[in-house]
């Protein structure tokens, strides 16, 4: 009760405080620059410059506070000691180019990269499709995209359940192996398996993007024209050509900002191996790989900080890439 009283009072307070700085400072700007008297057209025009400075200008300090200053503050912590003092160069991106943990989180990574954004947006694309279709299509949409509202750590709890082991003979619990015992087969330690442990943990993640892409690209399937569509219907076109030939190729744009925006998500992806394998068994990836060096243990500031960096400089390219295509597609 403490926690959810607590919880209640910071939300009023932020409103509170939101509320009482745009209301005061347009009231302090109003007063300092009086629209009317023989300077009203100047007055007026100050004030346009200033407001919405006064609207961006805490948000501006916040990313400076906690997005630019961190970002500068890692790359000093990489290039010092484990305990943040000493001035010991580039050792730590020594280290990692030497490191088979490294080695084996960069790996795993690029198979997510590989696997979840094409799983999801192809899920995506065909639930779009299908559920603009049939009658019940906005009741099929809200399950397929529940899962979105779901944290990390709680899709994690959950497949892991799905795939939990018994001892052969023991009643199974595992949805999975449950499923699999039912027709005669032994039950496997899933989340144990050489390289088939990371696409089981995968389909976590293609879960609850799937219904990301879902609402997206039906959004866009929808934008598209309709007398193209008649069009290529009276042409005779069926089905597969249409939605293939047609309706795809009108909507690349779309596909691909969905695309690198799981891809962002995908070279940030720490809760689900952390709740589900920790890292072990060989699904070591960058983000997990970098809380370990940081937190855990002794902590390594300067190897955590290294590997933080690491994984900025992967997802900066497909960031800009993302924006930068983004506004393309609005204008």
């Known amino acids: 009760m403490q926690q959810l009283l607590f919880a209640a009072g910071t939300i009023v307070a932020g409103v509170f405080a939101c509320v009482a700085w745009f209301w005061g400072s347009n009231f302090v700007l109003d007063t300092l620059y009086p629209v009317r008297g023989p300077q009203a057209a100047r007055n007026i025009a100050r004030t346009n410059a200033v407001r919405p400075w006064l609207f961006l200008g805490p948000a501006i300090l916040a990313l400076g506070v906690y997005l630019v ?34 080695h084996e989180s960069l790996f795993n990574n690029m198979l997510w990269l590989i696997t979840v954004p094409a799983m999801a947006t192809l899920f995506g694309l065909i639930a779009a499709q299908l559920t603009d279709r049939i009658r019940w299509g906005n009741f099929a949409k809200s399950l397929i995209f529940m899962p979105m509202a779901i944290s990390f750590v709680g899709a994690g709890v959950i497949w892991k359940f799905i795939y939990d082991y018994r001892a052969e003979g023991q009643e199974q619990i595992g949805l999975l192996n449950a499923i699999v015992t039912h027709f005669g087969f032994a039950p496997q330690t899933w989340l144990v398996l050489p390289i088939w442990n990371s696409f089981f943990l995968m389909m976590v993640l293609i879960w609850i993007q799937t219904g990301f892409a879902m609402v997206i690209l039906s959004a866009a399937l929808r934008g598209i024209p309709e007398e193209t569509i008649e069009a290529a219907i009276l042409d005779g076109c069926g089905p597969w050509r249409l ?76 960031m800009i890439w993302n924006i930068r295509n983004a506004r393309r597609e609005m204008q």
């Open 69 to 102: 200053y961190p970002v500068f503050k890692s790359i000093w912590l990489s290039l010092l000691d484990a305990d943040g003092r000493d001035f010991i160069g580039l050792d730590n991106y020594r280290w990692l180019v030497a490191d088979s943990k490294f």
């Open 243 to 318: 939605f293939f030939q047609i309706k795809v190729p009108q909507i690349w744009g779309t596909i691909a900002v969905v695309w690198t925006t799981i891809t962002i998500t995908v070279l940030k992806v720490f809760d689900i191996v952390f709740v589900m394998t920790n890292g072990e068994w060989g699904t070591q990836v960058l983000a997990n790989f970098m809380y370990t060096w940081m937190f855990k243990g002794t902590p390594d500031y300067g190897r955590g900080s290294a590997i933080a960096i690491v994984i900025m400089l992967l997802v900066t390219p497909i």
